[in-house]
């Protein structure tokens, strides 16, 4: 729980920014670029990955109104 109340001071106005921001502060550039939320383009499927479950919690930690299908986008 220590980490995702870190991630979520990550900061940003909106839903987007907060993604952008954490995936910066969880991920390289270099390994981002492989990963695509469906595993599109044969890249790997981050949707299935534990990492996404805590972008999902420290983004709705921060935003408490947000649902799953807002942060897909």
């Not at 907060?18 to 790997?44: F, H, P, Q, Y």
Request: net charge positive; with cysteine; glycine share 6%.
């Amino acid at each position: 729980m220590l980490q995702i109340k870190h991630l979520s001071t990550s900061g940003g106005d909106t839903v987007k920014q907060s993604v952008r921001r954490i995936m910066g502060t969880i991920l390289e550039n270099c390994i981002a670029m492989k990963l695509n939320w469906l595993g599109r383009e044969d890249k790997t499927v981050f949707s299935r990955m534990i990492t996404k479950d805590v972008l999902i919690k420290s983004v709705r930690k921060k935003n408490v109104a947000v649902k799953s299908l807002q942060i897909r986008r």
